[in-house]
């Protein structure tokens, strides 16, 4: 039987549900099992990891939480996923299981690889890499590269030879996966989800599941203990970055993100407006944060993939918090940073 720590990567598109989903699986994890998170946000604000640690379960301890928000893991394997690998393992209390939540952008293989390094592999094994896809999204087309009708106008045109990027990016977090939660079913028509479910399974590997899921609850059994090693299975993983470029070092030149406060806005309402016609003004792909409303006890937690945006109060301010909206926007690059605060700006309040 391995002594190895069984370690779970779950990866996928920009707002597919992964924060959410390995919320549930703290709150669920079977009592007493030491869980270490590694998260890799994407952005200047640690709005995942906020939204961890306020689940309020004994398995969400501040200290066996790390952030790696220097840049996505797959660019920063050697200076920052390897020396905090190293230093979790150093710890006196051995953890029963590591689970890590990856930046939107990161591409899985890069890291899968990271754990045939001689400092992790000895003690480290990837029990399984978990990729989380929305379902309401790719019913909308949103990732159109990934229809087999686009693969058909590739083949037919070599002008259309490279995919986009978000496009192959989709594909390699699927390539990489040893299961897939398709996530917001319920969003979707069931004669649509089995067109966006067959789309999918014709990217993954024999053997690889499917799982339907609403607001990321899934069995935490199928999440835990695959047993799959699939760091020694890298050669099974394809990326598009590594056929088409020879593994050379990648940069996310496509993507562009930056972070904006708002002292104070004028309200909910108007505030959830304001973000939803900033994202269809200005494409935006990816928006969250906290945000403080007048009269409200508690922070307000943003998320949005495109144009749907949810908010939900997570858990009162703290006393030695500052009470102020703070918002993380991530897009195509370039994104016109001026011209988006200055839109999300109009939910100031006039007297701020």
Request: charged share 25%; glycine share 8%; hydrophobic share 45%.
């Amino acid at each position: 039987m391995s002594t190895k720590i069984p370690t779970t990567v779950i990866t996928g598109f920009l707002g597919a549900g992964k924060t959410t989903l390995v919320r549930h699986l703290l709150a669920h994890a079977p009592k007493g099992k030491r869980i270490a998170l590694i998260i890799n946000e994407f952005g200047s604000l640690g709005v995942d990891k906020d939204i961890l640690a306020g689940c309020g379960d004994e398995t969400c301890r501040e200290e066996d939480m790390v952030e790696l928000s220097n840049g996505c893991i797959c660019c920063t394997v050697a200076e920052d996923f390897i020396p905090t690998m190293q230093a979790l393992l150093a710890r006196p209390e051995k953890f029963d299981h590591i689970v890590i939540e990856t930046s939107g952008l990161a591409l899985p293989q890069p890291l899968i690889r990271a754990f045939n390094w001689p400092e992790i592999k000895a003690q480290v094994t990837v029990d399984g890499v978990v990729t989380v896809a929305d379902a309401a999204a790719l019913a909308e087309g949103r990732f159109a590269a990934d229809e087999a009708a686009v693969d058909a106008q590739r083949r037919a045109d070599e002008m259309l030879d490279h995919e986009t990027p978000l496009g192959e990016l989709f594909e390699d977090q699927l390539s990489a996966a040893d299961l897939v939660i398709l996530n917001k079913t319920d969003l979707v028509d069931p004669e649509t989800l089995k067109t966006v479910e067959a789309n999918i399974r014709a990217e993954l590997r024999p053997g690889v599941g499917v799982i339907h899921a609403r607001n990321g609850h899934v069995d935490i059994g199928a999440l835990l203990g695959m047993g799959i090693g699939s760091e020694d299975d890298i050669a099974n993983r394809p990326s598009h970055h590594e056929l088409e470029h020879g593994g050379e070092e990648h940069e996310h030149d496509d993507f562009d993100s930056f972070a904006l406060t708002l002292p104070a806005v004028e309200g909910k309402d108007q505030l959830l407006a304001t973000i939803e016609d900033t994202i269809r003004r200005h494409d935006i792909l990816r928006l969250k944060g906290f945000a403080a409303i007048p009269g409200a006890a508690a922070r307000l937690a943003i998320q949005a993939v495109g144009p749907r945006v949810t908010a939900y109060f997570d858990r009162p301010w703290r006393a030695d918090e500052k009470r102020e909206t703070s918002l993380v926007v991530i897009g195509e690059s370039p994104l016109d940073h001026a011209a988006v605060t200055a839109s999300l700006r109009r939910a100031e309040s006039v007297a701020a």
